[in-house]
């Protein structure tokens, strides 16, 4: 090309929990069964989708309107109904103005991040969801900012490590939380949500909760939506129905935004993104529609309780592993674990009996800047199909990976986690 297409850099980021897909493709076609416990698709782990919901959405199919565009901010019918669920809270009160639906919320990330002036920067935990640190890179041209979150303490935050960044930092206009957290399964209390909402309220920030795992929840835990404890604080919630539905092909989030005309940079920042929706016209139709009926139907608490059970049952899955650093999940459903400081390193390998396989995983693994955790990754596929990420793919210097509980037959679930324990010491001993 006579001029560069790419920023410098740029080309080289990688969202490694769909990249390591091709390569277990790849494996896949040498004999190789894989486990997908990369990817939080509960669909892909065989979850049943009851045939009442089906229903629902097939009558809706038979209904014209689902075909057409629908508002850009969304199908007005369901955002009242959105309105109604969040404003009988309490907390913080929304009109069905403060709510944009997007085309799944990875859209919705993409747009809260490009919207903002490329000096402006949001904070987040480390670890982080791919997403959200991949559109923080991507607007600012530069590594996120982030904050800990304690992998010897629950995985909760380090709240001087996030003070200390707002301090040394006047370009940070917002804080970024998932609660419940992907990768790490931790629930913020409400203390220290009110915390945080504080640290935001002092240094005149906004900020952005990622709740797209709210009703996720389990070991007698209990979320607060940021809307409970946001007081005059401007924010955006990020919710959708991927997860909880779960229906992950439906492309279909949202964003509810409170105090949204509290500040006069907050409500233009906010009028960019819903821009960046017109442009686009609007998301789609059918699977907004179907919201409310849903989850109001008699059988959907009862569903969704049911699939909470299996993933607090694997909630401790790993804690038997001495070499690893392993802490109950109590939402969401994955579990990030980190290796004991200096456990691994890069001469480190398991036996692979399939010599193509072997050669091919060593030929991957053995470029440089490869780090040890990719690599023990690598070597956990090729020798047992069990396809997990590693924990410095979520933006942490800690090496560990990432699994996830979705399995859903119990007995398979258990042999994963097995062969995982099992494994370790292989490669460790090796
Ligand atoms: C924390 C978090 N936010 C957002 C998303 C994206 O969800 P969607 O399917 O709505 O794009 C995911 C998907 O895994 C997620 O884990």
Wanted: charged residues 25%; negative net charge.
């Amino acid at each position: 090309m006579r001029t560069d297409l790419v920023r410098p850099g740029s080309g080289e980021l990688t969202y490694e929990i769909r990249n390591i897909v091709n390569v277990a493709e790849k494996l896949q076609k040498h004999g190789v069964r894989i486990n997908w416990e990369n990817i939080g698709d509960p669909i892909v782990k065989g979850e049943v989708i009851p045939e009442w919901m089906k229903e629902i959405v097939a009558k809706a199919v038979m209904d014209n309107s689902t075909w057409g565009y629908c508002h850009t901010r969304g199908v007005l019918q369901t955002r009242e109904y959105i309105c109604e669920t969040t404003n009988s809270r309490g907390g913080a009160q929304i009109t069905p103005d403060d709510i944009i639906f997007f085309n799944g919320l990875g859209d919705a990330i993409a747009k809260i991040y490009g919207s903002l002036r490329s000096e402006a920067r949001v904070l987040m935990p480390s670890p982080s969801y791919t997403t959200h640190t991949l559109g923080e890179i991507g607007h600012a041209h530069s590594a996120p900012s982030l904050f800990r979150l304690k992998s010897e303490d629950k995985w909760r935050p380090d709240m001087d490590d996030l003070r200390n960044h707002i301090k040394y930092n006047p370009n940070i206009c917002a804080i970024m939380i998932i609660n419940p957290d992907n990768p790490t399964g931790m629930v913020y209390t409400e203390e220290t949500l009110r915390e945080i909402v504080q640290i935001a309220r002092e240094n005149d920030l906004f900020i952005i909760a990622d709740e797209v795992y709210i009703n996720i929840v389990y070991n007698g835990e209990k979320t607060v939506p940021i809307s409970d404890v946001i007081g005059d604080v401007p924010a955006i919630s990020l919710k959708g129905i991927s997860k909880e539905f779960p229906w992950p092909g439906s492309r279909c989030g949202w964003i509810e935004v409170y105090n949204g005309n509290s500040d006069e940079q907050f409500r233009k920042y906010v009028n960019l993104i819903l821009t960046g929706k017109m442009n686009e016209v609007c998301s789609t139709t059918l699977p907004q529609t179907v919201i409310p009926e849903i989850v109001r139907h008699p059988e959907y608490t009862l569903y969704l309780q049911e699939r909470i059970a299996c993933y607090e049952k694997m909630s401790n899955c790993l804690s038997q592993v001495p070499a690893l650093q392993v802490n109950r999940t109590n939402g969401a459903f994955y579990m990030a674990v980190a290796f004991k400081d200096g456990l691994l390193n890069h001469r480190q390998s398991i036996s692979i009996a399939n010599s193509e396989v072997k050669e091919l995983v060593e030929g991957l693994v053995n470029q440089p800047g490869v780090s040890p955790d990719k690599r023990f990754v690598y070597h956990i596929l090729a020798a047992t199909g069990i396809c997990i990420v590693p924990l410095s793919s979520f933006s942490t210097p800690l090496q560990g990976f990432r699994v996830t509980l979705l399995e859903k037959d119990e007995n398979e679930c258990r042999r994963i986690y097995s062969t995982l324990s099992e494994k370790i010491g292989e490669y460790l001993n090796s």
